[in-house]
């Protein structure tokens, strides 16, 4: 049973749009919810984290907006580039330090 | 930044056989490293959590026996597939947390693709 629902499951966006991607959980022990991205045969690389007691985190041209009384976060990539096509996961952590996934979102960008 | 090296990257083998994956932190002491697996187009599921110096804890419905975790040194987990069979191949994946630090942050190895013939 996925502990964090991630939608859409694809997004296909010009370059210079921008990709939202919302994810929503339900374990209010969740305490850290980074964002990740893969590229095909590689290994997710961290992109931009938040923590709950921050409302939103903008780091160039990637921000997460955190809701926790909806217990919903969601990654915006602003201008986007086709470079920036590829997967992205959602992601939160318990107080095990178990990073629990969202089903991924494939983005792709067009030229 | 932290790196996290898998190896080997890639493993053919024959059915029956035993594979074992390397996780190593490369710069930074990990007293907890996580094995994932991924199937194409799939999410990582989150197979074991595996403690420097104690034995590892599995998840719901993932074999211990099955899939064997050491993690001997505050460097090195390895993942051993035992009597690999074709429905065991998959993406494996593993992470560590940097035992410095209280971010939550999590290092991923680059994968190791497993193909089961």
């Known amino acids: 049973q996925q502990q964090v629902k991630q939608s859409p499951q694809s997004l296909i966006v010009q370059k210079g749009g921008i990709s939202i991607i919302n994810c929503a959980y339900e374990n209010t022990a969740f305490d850290y919810f980074p964002w990740y991205q893969q590229f095909p045969g590689k290994g997710p690389a961290l992109l931009i984290a938040?923590?709950?007691?921050?409302s939103e985190k903008k780091e160039g041209r990637f921000t997460i907006s955190f809701n926790k009384s909806a217990k919903q976060f969601s990654l915006h990539i602003m201008d986007s580039q086709p470079g920036d096509s590829a997967t992205y996961f959602c992601?939160?952590?318990?107080?095990?330090?178990?990073?629990?996934f969202g089903a991924g979102t494939q983005v792709v960008v067009t030229p | 930044g932290a790196v996290v090296s898998q190896h080997p990257s890639r493993v053919i083998c024959k059915s029956g056989t035993s594979v074992k994956i390397e996780c190593r932190s490369l710069d930074f002491q990990a007293t907890t490293m996580f094995w994932y697996r991924q199937f194409p187009k799939q999410s990582l599921m989150l197979m074991a959590t595996s403690n420097e110096g104690s034995k590892a804890t599995y998840e719901q419905g993932v074999e211990k026996d099955k899939f064997l975790i050491n993690h001997a040194s505050l460097t090195l987990s390895t993942l051993t597939v035992t009597s690999a069979h074709p429905e065991d191949s998959s993406f494996y994946i593993c992470s560590a947390k940097d035992r410095t630090k209280n971010t939550g942050e999590l290092f991923f190895g680059e994968g190791s693709r497993l193909t089961v013939l």
């Open positions: 938040i923590r709950p007691d921050v």
């Open positions: 992601a939160a952590n318990d107080s095990w330090g178990k990073l629990q």
